[in-house]
């Protein structure tokens, strides 16, 4: 046995003795759906059945948001002094840390990415989100406005109320962590529906946050479908906010939710079809090509801001595709409870198929694979597919149009800087972007040009809770991270009062 796969034993040891929790979370209280009924949790690591989740309704969601209300309604926690809401999300911190193993196993186990991504990454991420918002909210003031002398007018800010989080299955705890935490910094109370396909993190995080002392009924987790869950919190008319991070074709229904029913506030983080733009001014193409590749195939590509359309330059483009492959080559699917795996399975079987059905299209319009393309592993019973590459990709393709969320990278030449950037903003996207180029002229001038929330100059998915994270266009509305998020889970409040 290699020493990568006796600690994969170790993991898939402590796999078998994981036990799973798949209640609702109502009022601090485990409970089954209001109805009795379950759906199963698959694992795409190998298909097991894990365990049955509660298939919440709109019933359970009014529970929630009652136990959310009464408990924003009492102050148990939105008049706590700021420091000690500080201090519970600095324990919750703690307590994330300390079931990292746990919670990197459950989201392996539920949504196929590797072990070494969930410890290394997520788990690291979400605690350090808890830490930096608890630390943030006794250091924020609020303001008394430039009045005239007779009068003092104070600008507060003020917790919302109740707010959903509807999130995705890509980085389960993450998504909801950049919501949860701010929303309980700022005093709100919360009610968390995850992705159906991966609810077993957001329970056992609402578990925790209970045990760290966030009081009962403040942080609820409702498992369902969307159509079912999703939709109740989206018509409720006791939710004061929805926030939400998943396709742009959802994020629309919740607009449609929020008009249909009392206004509530929103925030979307939605898709994206991210360019990626590697010009022959960048002196160390190999990187670039390297850097451009691990991006495309983290997480097996099921990421919002994955850089899926490669954009170079065409005297550079043979040397960029050489090493495209050979990158690509090191992101062959494995076993993801193995710590040398790069790349896991994609999150079901339903999403495997629409991925393969993207590369089939590709090809049908003319692009050429130059990598992978094929369903791998099927022995596993789970799913898993090769990372891809297809060049002589046109912009107009859907490869290069539509959002395929997984290890899909299309590759497009162009002759030109200007057609570069034309290319580059020619989608209803605009969440996250790239440039390489060593000229500091030229990497100003693409920025500023690029119409996306984040542009990245040689480099690709730099990352600190410290900068906003959204997009523009159809990416969304609104932003995730840093202070600017506080502004979603807050409103300002002017107090006069009269010194005459
Ligand atoms: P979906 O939009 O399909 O689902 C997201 C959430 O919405 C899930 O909890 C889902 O429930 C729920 N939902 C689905 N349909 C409805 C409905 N009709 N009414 C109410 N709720 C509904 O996205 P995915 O989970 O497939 O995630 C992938 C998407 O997320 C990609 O488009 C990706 O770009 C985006 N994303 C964006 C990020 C960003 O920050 N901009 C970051 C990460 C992902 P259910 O689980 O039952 O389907």
């Known amino acids: 046995m290699t020493s990568s796969s006796s600690t994969a034993g170790r993991w898939h040891e402590m796999a078998r003795a994981l ?39 709109s019933e359970d969601v009014d529970r929630a948001v009652a136990a959310g209300r009464r408990a924003f309604d009492g102050g148990v926690w939105a008049a706590r002094p700021p420091a000690e809401r500080k201090a519970v999300l600095r324990r919750l911190a703690e307590l994330i840390r300390s079931a990292g193993d746990e919670l990197a196993l459950l989201e392996t186990l539920d949504m196929g990415k590797p072990i070494a991504d969930s410890t290394g990454i997520d788990v690291r991420a979400v605690a350090n989100c808890f830490d930096w918002y608890g630390e943030a909210i006794d250091k924020i003031y609020d303001e008394v406005a430039p009045t005239a002398s007779d009068s003092l007018a104070l600008v507060r800010r003020e917790p919302l109320g109740v707010i959903a989080a509807v999130v995705p299955w890509n980085f389960p705890m993450l998504m909801a962590a950049w919501k949860v935490a701010p929303a309980l910094a700022t005093g709100n109370s919360v009610v968390l529906k995850p992705a159906k396909q991966s609810s077993l993190s957001a329970i056992r995080l609402g578990q925790l946050a209970l045990e760290a002392g966030v009081p009962p009924g403040v942080f609820n987790v409702v498992p369902g479908m969307g159509p079912e869950v999703g939709q109740a919190l989206g018509l409720h008319m006791d939710v004061d906010g929805l926030f939400f991070t998943g396709s742009t074709p959802v994020g629309k229904i919740f ?40 991006s495309a195939f983290f997480n097996q590509g099921e990421m919002c801001t994955c850089p899926s359309r490669l954009i170079v330059e065409r005297a550079v483009a043979d040397e960029v595709m050489e090493v495209l492959i050979e990158t690509a080559r090191g992101f062959a699917p494995a076993d993801p409870l193995d710590p040398g795996t790069a790349m896991g399975a994609l999150v079901d079987e339903g999403h495997t198929a629409r991925v393969l059905g993207y590369i089939a299209t590709a090809e049908k319009e003319g692009a050429h694979l130059r990598h992978g393309g094929k369903q791998v592993m099927q022995d596993s019973g ?18 290069a149009r539509e ?24 989608t209803q996207y605009g969440l996250a972007s790239a440039v390489w180029t060593d000229d500091l002229a030229t990497a100003h001038r693409l920025s ?26 159809q990416s ?25």
């Not at 789970?382 to 590459?389: L, R």
């Not at 395929?404 to 590759?411: C, D, Y």
């Not at 998020?485 to 300002?492: F, I």
């Open 476 to 500: 969304g509305i609104g932003r995730d991270k840093s202070l600017h998020a506080l502004e979603k889970y807050t409103e300002l409040k002017t107090t006069w009062i009269s010194l005459a």
């Open 19 to 57: 036990s799973f929790t798949g209640s609702a979370l109502i009022d601090g209280k485990l409970c089954p759906a209001a109805s009795g009924r379950v759906f199963p949790s698959r694992s795409p690591v190998d298909g097991r059945h894990l365990t049955d989740i509660a298939r919440c309704d």
């Open 448 to 473: 500023a040009r690029i119409r996306a929330g984040m542009v990245y100059v040689n480099c690709y998915d730099c990352d600190d809770l410290t900068t906003p994270f959204g997009g523009f266009k």
């Open 255 to 294: 607009m449609e939710y929020a008009a249909r029913s009392n206004l509530k506030k929103l925030g979307l983080e939605l898709g994206g079809k991210s360019p990626n733009i590697i010009l022959a001014s960048y002196r160390d193409t190999a990187r670039a090509a390297r850097v451009s590749a691990g």
């Open 382 to 399: 789970g799913h898993y597919v090769e990372p891809t590459i297809l060049d002589g990709v046109r912009n107009d393709m859907r490869v």
């Open 403 to 426: 959002e395929i969320f997984g290890p899909v990278l299309s590759v497009i030449t162009v002759d030109s800087v200007d057609e570069a950037i034309a290319v580059a903003n020619d």
